[in-house]
């Protein structure tokens, strides 16, 4: 069974920087994707960045394209998201998330995703 915890969320002013973590059990890094999504209020879920659990071709969503990375370290069962040069737009609850194939190609599709951690920027 994949488990996900996500800790790291926090509140900061604008141009700051956050890094999440995922602590995730051994079998996420099996086969398939892991990446990150967010939902703020009254918005629909959107693919943040996802990887290959091999470490090949991380994949982002443009609007945080230089902004953050994705990256993993299969030997601690982590996952991380290195968020800098924050704006208020990036305020949403970020989810930790595992997939297989389907994952990895569409960035919607994850089968396992955890509570969520909560990120706020302010101005």
């Known amino acids: 069974q994949v488990r996900l915890v996500e800790s790291g969320g926090g509140s900061v002013q604008a141009g700051g920087s956050l890094r999440l973590s995922c602590a995730a059990s051994?079998?996420?890094?099996?086969?398939?994707?892991v990446g990150w999504f967010r939902q703020a209020p009254g918005k629909e879920r959107e693919g943040v960045a996802r990887?290959?659990?091999?470490?090949?071709?991380?994949i982002y969503t443009d609007s945080v394209k230089g902004r953050f990375t994705i990256s993993q370290d299969s030997a601690k069962n982590t996952i991380y998201l290195q968020m800098n040069s924050l704006e208020p737009e990036d305020t949403a609850m970020y989810y930790c998330a595992a997939g297989g194939l389907k994952y990895c190609t569409d960035g919607r599709s994850q089968n396992y995703w955890g509570q969520g951690t909560q990120v706020t920027v302010s101005t």
């Open positions: 990887m290959h659990v091999s470490g090949q071709g991380p």
């Open positions: 051994k079998d996420t890094f099996t086969s398939g994707c």
